[in-house]
């Protein structure tokens, strides 16, 4: 079941320091997979789940993706997707980001975040869902698969630390009744908006500093677990670029490229 009219926030204001030299001269929202911007699916994949009305922040070459953007919904098969941007004059990080775009949600309807630079098939509707149920303030999606930085949750799925295997540094910020279990985070949560009532102070912050603070505040933060059948790649890394379309298939961006929406649309820039 698709989640129609959810808002959605998508993070592309970073400098793509990954993907040099392909960064030196466009944003990283704009380097392409199977010739088309990372943007360009990231958007189309959300209106296919329902979530049209969606919010990107921009910093690194913004008036590029402000073009971009306005191309995007020049189209005939776009038309029922509404996006706004979110300008930062000074990198925020994906936490302040996420503050300074805090005008743009509802004040009770949850909402979905995600990188621009993460391709997947996870079920976006199904997060949503287990989200409202839990009545959590942040559902993290979390997937088994190779990584260095990992969230650590207790027994009953909730958000206890984290904790980094390349550094060796871990973050606890409540005890678990055992050895809490680690999982790297697939870079999509759903959230609800009252975390920004319990938020001490906008500042430029990590969401995962935000979410060990909301957590350590006794909020309930939950993992979302998929299984090994949910395919995901960090494609903010250039061998992973021509390594996207084998990897999920033609069929993955031909479903995208047909889809189109009737609604009308409508640019805002905050």
């Not at 997060?127 to 009545?135: D, E, F, I, K, T």
């Not at 102070?201 to 939950?222: C, F, H, K, N």
């Not at 949910?230 to 250039?238: L, T």
């Amino acid at each position: 079941m698709d989640v129609a009219d959810v808002k959605a926030m998508v993070f592309a204001a970073g400098l793509g320091t990954r993907l040099k030299p392909l960064t030196d001269a466009r944003p990283k929202a704009l380097v392409e997979v199977r010739g088309k911007p990372l943007l360009y699916w990231i958007l189309k994949r959300l209106a296919r789940h329902g979530f049209t009305d969606i919010v990107v922040n921009t910093h690194h070459f913004a008036e590029q993706i402000d073009a971009f953007v306005k191309n995007f919904l020049a189209h005939p098969a776009h038309t029922g997707i509404r996006i706004s941007l979110s300008r930062e004059t000074t990198l925020l990080d994906t936490g302040g980001g996420l503050w300074h775009a805090a005008h743009f949600f509802n004040d009770d309807a949850p909402f979905l975040v995600q990188a621009v630079d993460i391709l997947t098939d996870l079920d976006l509707s199904a997060l949503m869902a287990a989200h409202r149920m839990s009545g959590d303030r942040v559902t993290i999606a979390v997937k088994r698969r190779v990584g260095t930085r990992f969230f650590l949750f207790d027994e009953t799925r909730r958000l206890c630390g984290w904790e980094s295997t390349d550094t060796g540094v871990r973050r606890m910020v409540c005890q678990p009744s055992s050895e809490p279990e680690s999982w790297p985070s697939m870079v999509v949560q759903a959230v609800s908006p009252v975390i920004f009532s319990k938020w001490r102070d906008p500042r430029p912050i990590s969401l995962t500093d935000v979410y060990l603070e909301l957590a350590e505040a006794g909020e309930p933060i939950s993992a979302f677990r998929v299984d090994d059948a949910v395919r995901w790649m960090d494609v903010g890394r250039i061998p992973h670029l021509s390594q996207a379309e084998t990897y999920f298939g033609a069929a993955y961006f031909d479903d995208l490229e047909v889809f189109d929406t009737s609604r009308p649309a409508k640019i805002g820039v905050g």
